[in-house]
Nanobody, 122 residues
Framework: QVQLVESGGGLVQAGGSLRLSCAAS????????MGWYRQAPGKQRELVAA???????NYADSVKGRFTISRDNAKNTVYLEMNSLKPEDTAVYYC????????????????WGQGTQVTVSS
């Protein structure tokens, strides 16, 4: 019912910027929240940033002041603007959406994008 397609990863030098995009498509769902997780080799997946249906924002302490999450509700798309990138930001970034499926009345279901690699060189 829900497909997430993300893009924008790549290789950048420390101090550079990248913008990730994630678009949710399909039908019969309502998005409750969207955001980004990342996972670096040997580490647990961690929440980077999230935005709720009501517009509340949540950022990991490590990215506050450098990353900005935003949304385009009409397009069911979320963006992550990443500035002042550091080598420790290197990870696979996964878009997620927490949704309610309207017809089945299932709620709080998590869908994941395919992941996009972000590599920051020093």
């Amino acid at each position: 019912q829900v497909q997430l397609v993300e893009s924008g990863g790549g290789l950048v030098q420390a101090g550079g910027s990248l913008r990730l995009s994630c678009a949710a498509s399909g039908s019969g769902f309502r998005i409750n929240a969207m955001g980004w997780y990342r996972q670096a080799p040997g580490k647990q997946r961690e929440l980077v940033a999230a935005i709720t249906r009501g517009g509340s924002l949540n950022y990991a302490d490590s990215v506050k002041g450098r990353f900005t999450i935003s949304r385009d509700n009409a397009k069911n798309t979320v963006y992550l603007e990443m500035n002042s990138l550091k080598p420790e930001d290197t990870a696979v970034y996964y878009c997620y959406a927490e949704v309610t499926l309207l017809y089945s009345q299932a709620s709080s279901l998590a869908y994941w994008g395919q992941g996009t690699q972000v590599t920051v060189s020093s």
